[in-house]
């Protein structure tokens, strides 16, 4: 079975300072990773995937196959990256049913 | 500008009541999928659709059932409505892409 862990519930840091949000799978087929971002009264929206390999808003996520991970990193917080962040998971190739984690909400204090 | 619809963003029921919870998309999406979403345990999905007519268990299906009639519609209904559905649903369609397109939210009070 699919399992999406992010073991951190908040983070909390000063701007610019560097962010990493954890992010581990479990998956025995090839995954496709997500990481989605819910700002303050919006919706859920997609920040970025793996498949992508692109910078959005500064951050970046690297698929890690051999410690099955998808940490999402940014190297200088800004206030407007308070958020709450989902790490999520498909199955490559097959349906787009997506698992989520529980969510980790990120703080960036002034 | 893709869009996901909800109708409702607010509502209070009683316990027993049956609930609808409408959500369109005007995108030609194929994929439409419901979730709930609560503190600490994220999201976890209820059922979703691929097709018109077509339905599929999600993870948390029990006390839920959802309709789509048409491509551009996906309803979640609450046959006897109990406290612990009091909860945030959102609801999402895709493309075979991968990326979901999410509604605002309907956030669901049960007394």
């Known amino acids: 079975a699919q399992r999406v862990t992010q073991p951190e519930k908040l983070l909390s840091v000063f701007k610019g300072a560097p962010v990493e949000l954890k992010c581990n799978y479990s998956y025995s087929g090839s995954p496709e990773l997500f990481w989605y971002v819910q700002y303050s009264r919006q919706r859920l929206q997609l920040l970025l995937r793996?498949?992508s390999r692109e910078s959005i808003k500064g951050f970046t996520a690297d698929l890690n196959k051999g410690e099955t991970s998808f940490h999402l990193k940014k190297p200088f917080a800004q206030e407007e990256d308070s958020a709450m962040y989902y790490c999520a998971l498909s199955k490559k190739g097959g349906s787009e049913k997506l698992v989520f984690g529980k969510g980790m909400k990120l703080t960036v204090n002034p | 500008d893709v869009k996901v619809t909800q109708s409702s963003r607010y509502l209070v029921k009683r316990t027993g009541e049956k609930v609808f919870l409408e959500c369109v998309q005007d995108?030609?999406?194929?994929?439409m999928f419901w979730y709930r979403q609560d503190p600490g345990l994220g999201l976890r999905l209820i059922y979703f659709?691929?097709?018109?007519?077509?339905?599929e268990k999600g993870d948390i299906p029990e006390g839920y059932s959802v309709s789509r009639e048409k491509k551009e519609r996906f309803s979640l209904i609450l046959e006897s409505a109990s406290t612990n559905q009091t909860s945030m649903y959102l609801c999402?369609?895709?493309?075979?892409?991968?990326?979901?397109?999410f509604g605002e939210g309907s956030r669901l009070t049960v007394l």
């Open positions: 793996h498949i």
């Open positions: 659709s691929y097709d018109v007519k077509m339905k």
């Open positions: 999402a369609s895709s493309l075979q892409t991968g990326e979901l397109f």
């Open positions: 995108m030609d999406h194929e994929n």
